[in-house]
């Protein structure tokens, strides 16, 4: 299968809606956020080869794919350095060193870093139209989860350890007055909802969680509020119970 960034006859359109800007230094009052986003896994991208005027078969495409990405990770595993038109990966040491070490620190490991690669950045630039449709009328949003232990953003959480939730709307709280079940979760493609911790700082712009353990190693989770806090942050309880969810799954490490 070949991928020719240099088409120039499609044009592909995407709607974004503006948000409030929830991360701290922010100059101005509202980021812009893509919606309607669809999360594809390898055998949704290979469905949709036919659409895409590819004619390899979706079956030779998937297999290709998982059988590429396990040697992929195991030749960056052996310190060799991947490029395609995607992106390029490589193996990074993280720290400091004073020069007379023979090991990495205790808690200190290797990391697998990934860039995405020139052509997929142009092809972006020039081949993606964003259409604004005004302010999102939301109960909520989670823009960004982060993953204190790896540092990764919007792809793991690691169980025992701690993940932030950046966004609005946030803050988990109850109205006594009017009772209904609250909290956050991790919803798993089943639909099981695993009750999650609130930990340390719970405030409109930001929940940080403890993750439950054991998770089962590779699970995608979507994270999932309940809460009755009043969405622009008045300090009245609300008497109906808002849910916010990620647009997207988050794996266990």
């Given amino acids: 299968m070949y991928l020719d960034f ?31 986003q669809s999360e594809l896994d390898i055998h949704g991208v290979a469905s949709k080869a036919s ?26 595993a052996d310190n060799y350095r991947f490029k395609s038109s995607l992106f390029r990966l490589s193996i990074r040491i993280p720290g400091e060193y004073d020069g007379t070490e023979t090991a990495l620190p205790e808690g200190v490991y ?4 990934l860039t995405v690669s020139e ?39 690691t169980p025992g350890n701690i993940v932030s939730l950046h966004g609005y709307g946030l803050k988990l709280e109850s109205n006594p007055q009017y009772p209904s079940p609250t909290g956050a979760f991790l919803v798993d493609s089943e639909g099981v909802e695993t009750p999650v911790k609130a930990i340390a700082h719970n405030t409109q712009r930001m929940l940080k969680l403890l993750m439950p353990e054991p998770l089962p190693a590779g699970e995608a989770y ?29 794996q266990v490490q």
């Avoid at 290797?110 to 870093?113: G, V, Y």
């Avoid at 969405?231 to 808002?242: L, Y």
């Fill in 6 to 36: 240099n088409l120039t006859d499609v044009v592909h359109r995407i709607i974004a809606k503006l948000v409030p800007a929830f991360l701290p230094g922010a100059k101005k009052k509202y980021n812009a956020k893509a919606v309607f």
């Fill in 119 to 157: 052509p997929l950045r142009n092809y972006v630039r020039d081949n993606v139209e964003v259409v604004f449709d005004g302010v999102e009328d939301s109960n909520g949003f989670i823009g960004e989860v982060l993953d204190e232990a790896t540092g990764s953003v919007d792809e793991f959480i």
């Fill in 51 to 76: 659409l895409y005027n590819i004619s390899t078969p979706p079956k030779v495409i998937e297999e290709g794919f998982l059988a590429a990405e396990k040697l992929i990770m195991y030749l960056v």
């Fill in 222 to 250: 979507t994270i999932l509020i309940r809460t009755q806090s009043a969405f622009k942050g008045h300090g009245v309880a609300a008497k109906r119970v808002r849910e916010i969810r990620t647009m997207f799954s988050v």
């Fill in 110 to 113: 290797p990391e697998a870093k």
